[in-house]
C-alpha cells in the first residue's frame, strides 16, 4: 500500500513584538539585587494597600518631632514611595536629609519639589540659599523672599475676607510670618557681607537688606547684630555699638534668667539667636570693650557646646583683656595694687590659662586647622605662663564630631588681631 508522503508544514513568520522590553534593565540585575527589588516593590504595594500617604506623612512628623530622623526617614520614603510626587513629603525628606548630614538628597529633595511647585512653600529655597554660595545664594533667597510675601499677602485677604465670621481651624500651623521675610533678607544681606563684598555696591545692598528685614521685624536681634556688624565695617563705631547693645538686650537677660531657673520653655529659647550668631556677638562685643557681657554670652555658649575651639580661645582672650584693662586703670590712677586688685589679676591669670589650656587641647583632639588661631592661643599662654598642668574637666569630644577648618562658616574663623 502507498500511502501519500505527508508534506512539510511550512513555518509561519514570527510577528514582531513591539512592546518595550520593560524586564531588559531587571535581567541585568544579580539575583540579590532582584530578590531586593521585588522585596521592595512587594513592600511598597504592601504599603499602599496598609496606610495613606497622610498616615505615613504624620508618623513622619511625630518622628521628627522627637528628633528621631533615622525612623522619620523611613516614613517619609514610604510615603514617597507610593506618591513619588506629594510635596509635602519631598520638603520633609529635604529637611530630614539635612539633619542626618546628607546634603546631597536634600538637595536633590528640594529640587525635585521646587521643579513640581516653583511658587508654593518658601522653606526648600531656603534651604538652597544656605548651600549654595555668591549670586546662586542670593538667587534662591529672593525667589523664597517672593514665595513668602506672596503667602503673606494671601494670608491678609484670607483674613480680612473672614473678619466678622468664625474662623475655621488653622490647619496649617507652619505659616509664615513676617519674621520669616525678616531672617530671609538676613541672610541675604550676610552675602554681602562675605562673599560678595568685593562687588560694587555691596555695601548698599547689605544695608537696603538689613533695612528690609528690620521693616518686618524691627526689633530682631539678628538684623540687628548685621546692622551692628555693617556699621563696624564701615567705621561707624559708635552707631554699631548702639545697634549691638540693643540686640543682645533683646535676649541675654532672658536667656541668663531661665539658666537660672533651668527653663526650657520654647517661646524664650525661639527668641535666642543661633550659636554662630552669638559667637559673632561675643567677638563684636570684645571689639566693643564689653568684656563682662561678652563673658556673659561666651558662659551660655560654653553651656550649650564645650567643643567649640573658638569659644574657649574667645574665653581665654577676653580674661586677657579685662587683665589688661584692670592694669592700665591702676597705673592711669597712679596708686599702688590693692590687696582685692591682686587677688582678682590672679583669678583673671588663673582663668585665661584655664580656657586657653582647654582650646589647646580641644584644638588638637578636633584635628582644627586655624593656623592664625593656635598661633595666638600660643602668644597668649606665653605671656601668662604656660599652659596649666594636669587641668582637670577637659573638654569631651563626641564620637561623631567632624574635624573642624578656617574653611567653614565665619564663625569658625579667629578673630582679627
Known amino acids: 500500500?502507498?500511502?501519500?508522503?505527508?508534506?512539510?508544514?511550512?513555518?509561519?513568520?514570527?510577528?514582531?513584538?513591539?512592546?518595550?522590553?520593560?524586564?531588559?534593565?531587571?535581567?541585568?540585575?544579580?539575583?540579590?539585587?532582584?530578590?531586593?527589588?521585588?522585596?521592595?516593590?512587594?513592600?511598597?504595594?504592601?504599603?499602599?494597600?496598609?496606610?495613606?500617604?497622610?498616615?505615613?506623612?504624620?508618623?513622619?512628623?511625630?518622628?521628627?518631632?522627637?528628633?528621631?530622623?533615622e525612623m522619620?526617614?523611613?516614613?517619609?520614603q514610604r510615603a514617597l514611595d507610593v506618591e513619588s510626587t506629594n510635596l509635602q513629603a519631598l520638603d520633609m525628606q529635604g529637611h530630614i536629609c539635612s539633619e542626618l548630614g546628607d546634603t546631597q538628597k536634600a538637595k536633590g529633595a528640594f529640587l525635585r519639589a521646587m521643579e513640581l511647585n516653583p511658587d508654593v512653600g518658601h522653606s526648600k529655597y531656603m534651604y538652597l540659599g544656605q548651600i549654595h554660595t555668591g549670586q546662586e545664594a542670593v538667587n534662591y533667597y529672593t525667589k523664597g523672599i517672593q514665595v513668602l510675601l506672596s503667602t503673606l499677602d494671601k494670608q491678609a485677604q484670607t483674613t480680612q475676607a473672614q473678619a466678622g465670621a468664625a474662623a475655621p481651624p488653622d490647619e496649617d500651623t507652619e505659616l509664615p510670618t513676617a519674621k520669616d521675610v525678616c531672617v530671609a533678607y538676613c541672610s541675604m544681606a550676610e552675602i554681602y557681607l562675605t562673599d560678595l563684598c568685593m562687588e560694587e555696591g555691596a555695601a548698599d545692598k547689605c544695608k537696603e537688606f538689613i533695612e528690609r528685614a528690620l521693616q518686618y521685624h524691627?526689633?530682631?536681634?539678628?538684623?540687628?547684630?548685621?546692622?551692628?556688624?555693617?556699621?563696624?565695617?564701615?567705621?561707624?563705631?559708635?552707631?554699631?555699638?548702639?545697634?549691638?547693645?540693643?540686640?543682645?538686650?533683646?535676649?541675654?537677660?532672658?536667656?541668663?534668667?531661665?539658666?537660672?531657673?533651668?527653663?526650657?520653655?520654647?517661646?524664650?529659647?525661639?527668641?535666642?539667636?543661633?550659636?554662630?550668631?552669638?559667637?559673632?556677638?561675643?567677638?563684636?562685643?570684645?571689639?566693643?570693650?564689653?568684656?563682662?557681657?561678652?563673658?556673659?554670652?561666651?558662659?551660655?555658649?560654653?553651656?550649650?557646646?564645650?567643643?567649640?575651639?573658638?569659644?574657649?580661645?574667645?574665653?581665654?582672650?577676653?580674661?586677657?583683656?579685662?587683665?589688661?584693662?584692670?592694669?592700665?586703670?591702676?597705673?592711669?590712677?597712679?596708686?599702688?595694687?590693692?590687696?582685692?586688685?591682686?587677688?582678682?589679676?590672679?583669678?583673671?591669670k588663673e582663668a585665661a590659662r584655664s580656657y586657653l589650656t582647654n582650646a589647646t587641647k580641644l584644638y588638637s583632639k578636633l584635628r582644627c586647622d586655624d593656623q592664625p588661631m593656635l598661633e595666638h592661643v600660643e602668644q597668649l599662654l606665653g605671656d601668662l605662663g604656660g599652659q596649666l598642668e594636669g587641668e582637670e574637666g577637659d573638654p569631651t569630644v563626641d564620637e561623631d564630631y567632624e574635624p573642624c577648618s578656617d574653611e567653614e562658616d565665619d564663625a569658625e574663623a579667629p578673630m582679627q588681631h
Open 1 to 69: 500500500m502507498g500511502g501519500q508522503a505527508k508534506g512539510k508544514k511550512k513555518a509561519k513568520p514570527k510577528r514582531k513584538d513591539n512592546r518595550p522590553n520593560t524586564d531588559a534593565g531587571f535581567v541585568q540585575l544579580s539575583p540579590q539585587e532582584r530578590m531586593k527589588l521585588r522585596v521592595h516593590e512587594k513592600a511598597k504595594k504592601k504599603t499602599a494597600e496598609k496606610y495613606s500617604v497622610q498616615q505615613l506623612l504624620e508618623k513622619t512628623e511625630e518622628y521628627m518631632d522627637s528628633f528621631d530622623f
Open 72 to 76: 522619620a526617614s523611613l516614613f517619609c
Open 218 to 348: 524691627h526689633d530682631n536681634p539678628e538684623a540687628l547684630q548685621l546692622m551692628a556688624s555693617y556699621l563696624f565695617s564701615t567705621e561707624r563705631n559708635q552707631e554699631g555699638k548702639e545697634y549691638l547693645l540693643k540686640s543682645v538686650a533683646s535676649w541675654l537677660p532672658a536667656q541668663k534668667q531661665s539658666a537660672a531657673s533651668f527653663s526650657t520653655e520654647e517661646d524664650m529659647q525661639n527668641d535666642i539667636p543661633p550659636y554662630e550668631s552669638r559667637v559673632t556677638t561675643a567677638k563684636l562685643l570684645i571689639e566693643s570693650e564689653e568684656y563682662e557681657m561678652a563673658v556673659d554670652v561666651l558662659e551660655g555658649l560654653l553651656e550649650e557646646d564645650d567643643e567649640v575651639v573658638q569659644v574657649w580661645y574667645l574665653s581665654g582672650w577676653v580674661c586677657c583683656l579685662q587683665l589688661e584693662k584692670a592694669k592700665e586703670q591702676q597705673e592711669r590712677d597712679g596708686r599702688e595694687v590693692t590687696e582685692e586688685e591682686t587677688e582678682e589679676w590672679n583669678a583673671l
